[in-house]
């Protein structure tokens, strides 16, 4: 054969027949074979058919974005409709994760690029992404309020940046700049600890939400509701389809604010001019203060000012680290002195002589005084082997209510204390009770927080606080007679926040009824065209409940302050004698233990306070001014105080002299 | 023994006279036939449904032209005495192991990794994919040379020693799938060849070994054999959210694409994993899962079935084989098909790692088609020359 020398040699080439090795071996690749299918049929049910819903949703969610159109906030108006803050349109760039580049350097890549183009650093981004976590269907908000051309590049690049989003957006905006700051609060992005709160009232992971003042108490009027709106991408992100409206956004409502500009216009300005006076008068360390104006027949808050304060608008938009470090970070504000603060509400001061109607009332109240009895005013005041000193060396004759509020005579009203103190056990402590029935020590309720209580100090605080031994069971043994006499005159541990005053002295000027205060008015659907504005809710204030005050105890109290402000030797004569209105008011001179920057141990640095009302005869507005360290009160804070009385009665009246305490 | 001698001569005879004449198609196995030709053309329906909306357009008309170049390869394969290629067995080698040094030296790099070798006219060709078959010629000749000695060591071996080397090659392309398909393919030759079984323990612990030592024990003190990213798609499946957007995407999203299909498929337009391209490569080595998102829980189970039909048959043609050598190819191939119809599928489904395997007549690729039908073929080939005896 000639192809033989290509044939194998025959020991191979023998009749082969299926021997039963081979047959058992076949058998068993078949078996194998079974099994491999078996296990793929398996498999292939367990995926289709039982889970096959799971995969389904899961594939979905893989091309369908839901974009959300933001509803436009709602503004925030001042009682006269005069605008506060509003919106601008601004556009808002985000990231998904899902459509990120797979792979980590080409995703770090578009990052950087990313950074390049709007400022936001990476580490920022890569932060942001990581808080949302595990969710790749969230997107992450980079940036609000683009720069135009940042805009066109973004758009023009499309292509290099998958997974980059523009949505149309809106910023806030404020029109009188820092006015009411501490009052309106801001807005930003919700934190994760807020999001696990509000998650089942409708707030999405990435949206904004009030965070202090008005913006955070009525946020869920303000917010509106959002549209959305969905887009078919592909594995790049690039979309498939016109987005398909899925619902319109629904702008949020107005909120109507009981303030007037110009009255807390006035007041800031007053408050700015209350602490240069401070200092003009060699208390150089006046930094700060607070001025609220209430009216006293609701208790509606006209104006709150609150110093130093910030510009809100530092929160919108393209947000700069340096300018929010004192508002987000606690060295930062103590550097600024805390301007976020709302001194008004959440800092409690020893009240000073503004705290003496107080004791005036509970002492007539308690038939601890007869207002016309005739009480020793002196240079000292000793009792219990301790001198008390009278702010004033140069006096030494009796008085009556009437003229010991009016020159707001120390010794006078250490008596009262005295006899608060000297009261038998059972009649429990009526001073301190009284003071908290006056609204001091207690939340006001009005609708802003944080608000601090203050505070009233009795045994039972000096237990809890310092405790010890003989606090069991002894408890009044701790209480030694100098509290219960400085705090006749609002010294030692007392602490009081301005609208806490300026609610007592409200309810000095109604006739014995304490306010609910509060600085919203209603709820308003804004004017549109064709449509007028119209109210969708109204906030009504609590009605003004009853304290229990004899009228009688309260006029003799009115009396006082009316004399404080007209008689030849009223502590603010010289500042509001020649008013035009007849204004009744007491200063107050608040020692207070204030730790200074620079300095290692706290400096005794003196509060200054006038808190008062007018028209005398049917009063309308009640002020209380407060100026950190500033001084004597009629130096720094009833000046401050006239500058609203100017504004809200359009009237001017020169300050003759400077009076003290 | 003399009569077996006689019978072979008899036989060969009756051969002869077979290969000339028409009698030899009748021999045919016409359930294979008809199992290749429903597996072809539901393939080319499948692929159609998969590639539509792929941004190149369908690649059914591609797709067809490669299955009619299969076809004629079928045709030739059935004419070609399985003999010849034991007798050819050194030249096929080496030139096999010379094509995919030549790949190595000068192919076109695609994925990073260098597979394929560019022809004119804009095709490419992987000789890796021709190799399957022509290795499991190539070894099974050397085992069957030696069938005597098949109970001493050095035979398995020897036959070792000759399939390392296009392992190896195959293996730094890289193109780990097909090295696996290759070191299946020896397996199942060796099987089939009837080594012992103590052998064969010791080699299967020898592969256990060697697997562990490759994926565990020496990056974790710090030698790489494999780069990262392989390793972590061969290990990938066992933990498929770990890294849900690097290593193991394809994972999910192949397995999202398969159970999103449920019972009755999403259709062409319907099935987002792939259309959007969610499901990447699922032209090829995916397209197991996208079909599974098309045509459901029926339509991948018709193609299964019809796969375990070819396998029942390709076993059927080893036990009727006329000589060990032909039981040895056949055995072969049959384990190397179903080799990879069980990973590539699997894979999709995160029962197996992820390796570059296409799906037998239905993924997107010439040299992958051609060469499951010249595998076809050869067993048809084998088949009409089995023993006197119809069965």
Redesign the interface.
């Known amino acids: 054969m000639a192809s033989s020398r ?4 025959s ?9 039963p ?3 058992v ?2 058998a068993i ?2 078996f ?2 079974l099994a ?2 078996a ?3 398996l ?3 367990a ?3 039982l ?6 949703a ?3 969610d ?2 369908v974005r839901t974009l959300r159109i933001d509803a436009a906030r709602g503004a925030i108006l001042d009682r006269n409709g005069d605008v506060l803050v509003s919106n601008v349109a601004g556009t808002r760039v985000e990231l998904w ?2 459509d ?1 580049p ?3 350097p080409a995703e770090l890549r578009e990052l950087r690029a990313l950074q390049q183009v709007t400022g936001v650093p990476v580490r920022q981004m890569l932060a942001r992404m990581k808080q949302h976590g595990s969710d ?1 269907l969230t997107p992450v908000v980079v940036q609000v309020g683009l720069h135009q051309d940042t805009i066109f590049y973004l758009e023009e690049h499309k292509a290099d940046f998958p997974g980059v989003q523009l949505a149309e957006s809106w910023l806030r905006t404020y029109p009188h700049q820092s006015l009411a700051a501490q009052v309106l609060g801001y807005v930003g992005e919700i934190s994760p600890q807020e999001y696990k709160q509000l998650q089942t009232r409708g707030y999405g992971a990435t949206d904004s939400i009030g965070q202090a003042g008005v913006e955070s108490e009525y946020d869920s009027y303000l917010r509106g509701v959002d549209g959305s709106a969905q887009l ?5 992100g690039r979309p ?1 389809s016109a987005a398909k409206l899925e619902a319109l956004p629904k702008p949020g409502d107005a909120l109507r604010l009981t303030l007037d500009v110009g009255l807390q216009r006035a007041a800031e300005r007053a408050l700015r001019f209350g602490i240069q006076t401070a200092r003009a008068n060699g208390d150089t360390h006046a930094n700060g203060g607070s001025i609220v104006a209430l009216d006293p027949r609701d208790g509606s808050v006209l104006a709150m000012a609150s110093y130093p304060t910030y510009q809100p608008s530092i929160f919108a938009g393209r947000t700069d680290p340096a300018k929010l470090a004192p508002l987000l970070n606690e060295t930062a504000a103590e550097r600024d002195n805390h301007p976020g603060l709302n001194r008004a509400i959440d800092v409690g001061y020893p009240p000073g002589s503004t705290f003496k109607p107080v004791t005036a009332l509970a002492a007539m109240q308690e038939h601890l005084l007869n207002p016309y009895d005739s009480i020793p005013c002196t240079p000292t005041f000793t009792a219990y082997k301790q001198v008390f000193h009278n702010w004033t060396p140069l006096i030494d004759t009796g008085m009556d209510l009437q003229t010991a509020l009016a020159e707001s005579c120390d010794t006078y009203f250490y008596e009262l204390g005295r006899r608060f103190y000297v009261l038998p056990k059972y009649r429990g402590h009526p001073l301190q009770l009284w003071a908290r029935k006056f609204g001091l020590g207690e939340s006001t309720g009005i609708d802003l927080s944080p608000e601090t209580k203050g505070l009233i100090p009795d045994p039972a605080w000096r237990c809890k606080t310092y405790g010890g031994p003989p606090c069991a069971g002894y408890v009044d043994r701790i209480w030694k007679p100098g509290y219960s006499i400085q705090l006749a005159i609002g010294q030692g541990q007392v602490l009081v926040t301005p609208l806490q005053m300026a609610r007592f002295y409200a309810m000095i000027a109604n006739g014995g009824k304490l306010v609910s205060p509060h600085v919203a008015e209603d709820v308003e659907l804004t004017a549109t065209s064709g449509q007028p504005a119209r109210v969708l809710r109204r906030f009504a204030a609590q009605p003004p409940a009853t304290v229990g005050v004899d009228a009688s105890a309260l006029t003799d109290v009115q009396q006082g302050l009316y004399e404080a402000t007209h008689a030849s030797t009223g502590t603010s004569s010289g500042v509001f004698g020649a008013f035009p209105v007849s204004i009744a008011g007491k200063t107050g001179s608040a020692e207070k233990l204030v730790r200074l920057p620079g300095y290692p141990n706290p400096v005794n640095l003196t509060q200054s306070w006038w808190c008062g009302y007018g028209p005398y005869d049917s009063p309308t507005i009640v002020v209380c001014a407060l100026i950190e360290n500033g001084g004597h009160g009629g130096v720094a804070a009833a000046p401050a105080a006239l500058k609203v009385f100017e504004q809200y009665f359009h009237q001017t009246a020169p300050i003759t002299t400077h009076a003290s305490d | ?1 003399a009569i ?2 006689v ?2 001569r008899r ?1 060969r005879g009756a051969r002869e006279t077979d290969v000339s004449g028409i009698g030899l198609l009748r021999r045919l196995d016409w359930v294979l036939m008809l199992a290749l030709g429903c597996t072809v053309g539901y393939g080319l329906w499948a692929i159609n449904g998969i590639t539509l909306h792929d941004p190149s357009g369908s690649s059914l008309t591609h797709q067809a032209l490669y299955a009619f170049a299969g076809a004629v390869v079928f045709t030739i394969a059935l004419f070609i005495d399985p ?1 010849v290629y ?3 067995k050194r030249p096929i080698y080496v030139g096999t192991a010379g094509v995919m040094l030549l790949v190595l030296a000068g192919g076109s790099v695609s994925h990073g990794s260098k597979r394929w070798i560019s022809l004119p006219g804009g095709f490419t060709f992987q000789p890796s994919e021709f190799g399957k078959v022509l290795f499991v010629l190539v070894i099974a000749g050397v085992l ?5 000695g098949v109970n001493d060591a050095l035979t398995p071996l020897r036959a070792i020693g000759y399939g390392l080397v296009p392992i190896l090659l195959v293996f730094v392309q890289p193109d780990i799938g097909t090295a696996l398909v290759y070191t299946a393919a020896l397996a ?1 030759v060796l ?2 060849s ?1 080594v012992r079984w103590a052998h064969l323990g010791v080699l299967a612990a020898i592969a256990v070994g060697g697997a562990l030592l490759v994926l565990w024990l020496l990056p974790a003190s710090g030698i790489n054999v494999l780069k990262p990213y392989q390793a972590a798609r061969l290990t990938g499946f066992t933990h498929p959210s770990s890294d ?3 290593a193991t ?1 394809n994972l999910r ?1 192949s ?9 009755r498929g ?1 259709g062409v337009l319907g099935a ?2 792939t259309r ?3 499901l ?1 490569e699922h032209a090829t080595d995916f397209a197991f899962a996208s079909l ?2 098309e045509r ?2 029926f339509g ?2 018709i193609l ?1 079935l019809l ?2 039909l070819i ?2 048959r390709a ?1 059927k043609i ?10 040895v190819v056949a ?1 072969g191939i ?2 190397m098909f ?1 080799f990879q ?2 990973v590539n ?2 894979m999709t ?1 995160g ?1 197996a790692p992820i390796t570059g395997i296409p799906l037998p007549f239905v993924s997107v690729g010439g040299s992958s088609i051609i060469t499951n039908f010249l595998a076809l073929g050869v067993l048809q080939a084998i088949h009409m020359r089995r ?1 006197g005896r119809r069965r």
């Not at chain 1, 290509?6 to 040699?9: I, L, N």
């Not at chain 2, 069957?144 to 005597?148: G, I, L, M, T």
């Open positions: 290509f044939m194998p040699s020991n191979v080439n023998e009749p082969y027949l299926l021997t090795q081979l047959a071996r076949v690749i078949a194998l074979a491999v299918f296990v793929l049929f498999r292939l049910w995926l289709q058919v889970s096959g819903d799971r995969y389904l899961q594939a979905n893989n091309r994760p899902a990120l797979k792979t980590w790749p078919t991408v592909d594995s790049l498939k | 023994m077996e001698a019978d072979s036989l003999d034991r007798r050819w069957a040379d030696r069938a005597r199942a099987f089939v009837g849900p957007r690097g995407y999203q397995i999202t694409a398969v159970g999103a299909g449920g019972l999403r987002t994993q959007l391209n969610y990447p599974a998102e459901g829980f991948v189970s299964l796969y375990l396998v029942w076993l080893v036990a009727g084989a006329r000589d060990l050598y032909c039981a055995g049959a384990f179903l119809v069980f599928s699997a489904m029962i023993g």
